[in-house]
């Protein structure tokens, strides 16, 4: 059986026996029946190349110049550019941590973007647009990450991998503005649940 348990880095996979394909998160495990999986944190080594005609499925992933684009409609592939057909394909970067931000990119939670120089965390999976850019949705879709410290939103942990430990420090969305640091380990509660595992800052 083959496994990918809780990568350092987002890893790209595709199995020969039953042709899946796909990608673990860091927070993710991976496992499959089938007796080869090719693994890497270069999608262009798993992906095959864009193809020029035939039908496309969504969520199909290709390598096209040098880069990586999805599908997000299923269509009749067209001769028209993937950037000139954003209702067809969303910009797909593996590993793209400290990457400049650019639109027409499905990001994830987690994923890291410069944007006028300074760092941000994307707080909500999307598909990223002209206006929505990192600061014109800051803490909504994204956060800033000072260069001292990372401060994000909290959001709810699914499970003990995404739980808050001791020292962890998150701004509580029903708190404008209010820090709370966490006092427990393991901490899946928000501060108005159990304030006993919180101090405010």
């Known amino acids: 059986m083959q496994e990918i348990k809780f990568p350092e880095k987002r890893t790209f996979w595709k199995t020969d026996g ?9 927070n993710q495990v ?8 090719t693994q890497s944190e270069d999608a262009s080594l798993v992906y095959p190349a864009l193809p020029t005609s035939g039908w496309l499925e969504i969520g199909d992933i290709y390598s096209y110049e040098s880069n990586m684009v ?16 954003p209702a067809l394909f969303s910009v797909y970067r ?3 941590d400290g990457m400049e931000w650019v639109a027409g990119e499905q990001v994830t939670i987690g ?9 941000y ?8 647009q002209e206006t929505w850019t990192p600061e014109s949705t800051l803490n909504v879709l994204w956060k800033m990450i000072s260069s001292e410290e990372e401060i994000l939103v909290w959001v709810q942990p699914v499970g003990a991998v995404d739980a808050y430990n001791i020292g962890d420090k998150v701004y509580f969305p029903t708190a404008e503005d209010s820090v709370y640091e966490s006092l427990i380990d393991a901490n899946v509660w928000s501060p108005t649940v159990y ?5 405010e800052l």
């Open 195 to 199: 304030p006993a595992g919180w101090t």
């Open 70 to 85: 999805q599908v997000v409609q299923a269509h009749e592939r067209t001769i028209f550019a993937p950037e000139e057909t």
């Open 18 to 26: 039953a042709n899946h394909e796909g990608f673990t998160d860091t």
């Open 121 to 128: 965390k994307c707080l909500q999976s999307h598909q990223t």
């Open 30 to 37: 991976t496992t499959t029946g089938q007796p080869n999986m």
């Open 111 to 119: 994923d890291e973007r410069l944007y006028n120089s300074k760092t």
């Open 94 to 96: 593996a590993n793209t």
